[in-house]
């Protein structure tokens, strides 16, 4: 008679395993990524009105809430705003035009006049010929 191979899988098996609980236990810790805080929303933020929102318009000029600033007078202005408020938070829209050095620019004011949290509202502002108002 002639002898028959087979091969032996247990031990197969056996490292197959091993490697899958090694794998199983690492995956968790590998994963990592970038934590990013969500911005909250209730009933009362919907409509929002205390909203303080820095835009900069091509022509250099800033406004606050649609009203016109000098830049020099920024600063405290902004700290008249934000001095007695709780919720120090601020959204700043700029021009498609305006160099971004500027936004940065408006952010380290804000920050000097102690807004707290800065947003970026990314939207094309589109503003009316001078004839046009």
Do not use: W
Not at 58 to 63: E, I, L, Q, R
Not at 80 to 104: C, E, S, W
């Amino acid at each position: 008679m002639a002898a028959k191979a087979e091969p032996n899988v247990v031990p197969l098996c056996d490292v197959l395993l091993v490697l899958l609980i090694i794998f199983m236990v690492i995956t968790p810790s590998v994963q990592r990524g970038m934590d990013a805080k969500l911005p909250e929303t209730t009933a009362d933020s919907a409509s929002a009105p205390d909203v303080i929102v820095l835009t900069l318009h091509k022509d250099g000029k800033v406004d606050i809430n649609r009203t016109f600033y000098e830049r020099d007078l920024l600063e405290s202005q902004l700290m008249n705003i934000y001095g007695p408020r709780q919720h120090k938070t601020m959204l700043i829209r700029a021009d498609a035009r305006v160099l971004f050095g500027q936004v940065i620019e408006m952010m380290d004011v804000a920050r000097g006049a102690g807004v707290e949290e800065i947003g970026i509202v990314l939207e094309y502002i589109e503003e009316e010929d001078e004839g046009g108002r």
